[in-house]
């Protein structure tokens, strides 16, 4: 499988995949559901 | 009169006006076009659609768009001037034989180039005008799915690919790029501290956009790639930002002129992809657009990604030409279906003079795109009908001798199973028949009987028409 991980939106509860080599670094992601910008540290989930 | 989507249209409409159809209400750049699309493909439909009535990310109505123009076949032999119905190997053969004449672009003034005909620099260059379509559910937010335009180090000329690039705000784009000819381009600029000059190409003849999805050699200039598919020198144009360091095409409907930013990364996707998966998001480039040119009247080309539309034809005519290179007429056709992505298989029959030549025509075909799964077809198996090219795999193949497994070769990061971020498995199948020892003939009645029974001699024109159509 491609690296994914799936990060739930702290505000809207939506959830949406990133690259998940690129997780680790408290980078900001970006929910595409309400379009809030949310850093790595403030999800909900992360499976 | 130089080609553009106009004239294309106006040959669709003339030529194959079954395809084209033509939507006035007014319909929602917001999912609503993809949705209709869904509506057609579910019944088997897929015809270019032209939205006269659309709303752009400002609610504005009245833009139009038009896609689905590579659905189908037929419409791509249209643009290069073909008989429709030779979509098959006589349409990936011209490709690969016009690539062999490049013809150079020439240059005429902002007076004769419509794509000037409004201009918009800083602050009013505003991305919000646009009707960039919003396609999948899980999208990050609308996404231009169009050429963007960089020119090479050193001037050895310009690279046109498609590449996915996501609204952020009214003047700023993200960029996904895979690790190929923009790709290195940008990392060059980086690497200086330089920003990356671009133009986001929406709206041109096919013949121009099908130059993007070409896999070219690297010194090749791409406007000489687009002016051999379009039969005629391709029109360029002074950019505003840059002027003559950066040439854009003239005929185009809109161009937006924008810079990669060099050290900047910010979340880009999810995006529905071509592998009809969503890409995850990521960590991507950056365009701060400086720049957006169209006509008065422009015409917004979309591509209708994640499904049929997808030009994969530019990477099955380089495969073509490849091959051909190594097996000098040999190739009697090369298909990259559908079923496989138009990426991931292809699906070559050769004239087998010598054992051994399967693996030579693999290979060459290796280095073209990422074909995970290359099927090698003697002359007789037709490689664009699928169900011939599984009965050849039926028939003519063994895994223990006719398999041959690749590892780590470079794959497409949009491959929803790769193990690795950039390699993937790649799996040659030889399903040619030996010639060094006797091989049983395939069935067949005498050409004679077939030449002498006519099916409206024995069974009424009606009753065969209800007869249900078997596809398995």
Redesign the interface.
């Known amino acids: 499988?491609?690296?994914?991980a799936w990060l739930r939106c702290p505000d809207c509860d939506g959830k949406?995949?990133?690259?998940?080599?690129?997780l680790g670094k408290d980078?900001?992601?970006?929910c595409?559901f309400c379009?809030r910008?949310v850093k790595e540290s403030e999800v909900n989930e992360i499976v | 009169m130089a080609s553009d989507l106009r004239s294309y249209i106006s040959q669709l409409e003339e030529v194959l006006p079954q395809q084209y159809v033509v939507i006035e209400k007014e319909i929602d750049s917001r999912f609503e076009i993809t949705a209709l699309l869904r509506r057609l493909e579910k019944a088997d439909k897929f015809p270019s659609v032209l939205f006269e009535n659309v709303k752009a990310i400002n609610g504005q109505s009245g833009k139009r768009v038009f896609t689905n123009v590579t659905a189908d076949r037929r419409r791509i032999a249209l643009a290069l001037g073909l008989d429709p119905d030779k979509w098959r190997s006589e349409l990936t053969a011209e490709f690969a034989r016009r690539a062999e004449k490049l013809i150079e672009p020439v240059t005429v003034s902002r007076a004769e180039a419509p794509v000037k005909q409004v201009v918009k620099v800083g602050a009013g260059a505003d991305l919000q005008d646009l009707p960039i379509i919003y396609h999948h559910e899980?999208?990050?937010?609308p996404y231009g799915t169009l050429l963007v335009l960089t020119k090479k180090p050193e001037n050895i000329g310009y690279n046109l690919a498609y590449h996915r690039t996501m609204y952020k705000s009214p003047q700023q784009t993200g960029i996904h790029m895979s690790p190929f000819h923009s790709w290195k381009t940008f990392t060059d600029n980086e690497k200086k501290g330089l920003p990356t000059p671009v133009a986001i190409v929406h709206g041109h003849h096919p013949a121009f956009i099908l130059a993007g999805v070409f896999m070219s050699p690297w010194p090749w200039d791409e406007y000489k790639v687009a002016g051999a598919f379009l039969g005629e020198p391709v029109r360029l144009v002074p950019s505003e930002t840059w002027g003559e360091d950066l040439l854009v095409p003239a005929d185009a409907e809109v161009i937006i002129e924008g810079e990669i930013l060099p050290g900047v990364r910010?979340?880009e996707?999810?995006f529905g992809e071509w592998s009809g998966y969503?890409g995850?998001?990521?960590?991507n480039p950056v365009i701060q657009v400086k720049a957006i040119t169209h006509r008065q009247d422009y015409i917004w080309y979309d591509t209708d990604i994640g499904h049929l539309d997808h030009p994969g034809i530019g990477w099955e005519a380089e495969i073509y030409r490849r091959v051909n290179d190594v097996l000098p007429g040999s190739v009697r056709g090369v298909f990259c279906p559908y079923s496989g992505r138009e990426g991931f298989h292809a699906y070559i029959s050769i004239e087998k003079l010598s054992e051994g030549l399967p693996a030579i025509a693999a290979s060459a075909a290796q280095t073209v795109g990422y074909p995970k799964l290359i099927v090698v077809v003697d002359d007789d198996i037709d490689p664009y009908d699928e169900r011939e090219v599984l009965f050849s795999i039926a028939t003519r193949f063994q895994a223990d001798k006719d398999l041959t497994v690749l590892k780590n070769v470079r794959g497409s990061?949009l491959?929803?199973?790769?193990?690795r971020?950039t390699t993937h498995t790649s799996t040659f199948i030889d399903a040619t028949k030996p010639i060094d020892e006797p091989f049983p003939l395939r069935v067949q009645v005498p050409q004679a009987a077939l030449e002498k029974v006519k099916l409206e001699d024995y069974i009424p024109r009606e009753r065969v028409d209800e007869i249900p159509y078997t596809s398995y």
């Open positions: 499988m491609v690296q994914i949406f995949y990133v690259e998940k080599p690129q980078a900001n992601w970006f595409p379009k910008t | 899980m999208d990050g937010n910010e979340p996707g999810p969503y995850p998001q990521r960590q990061m491959d929803p199973s790769m193990s971020l």
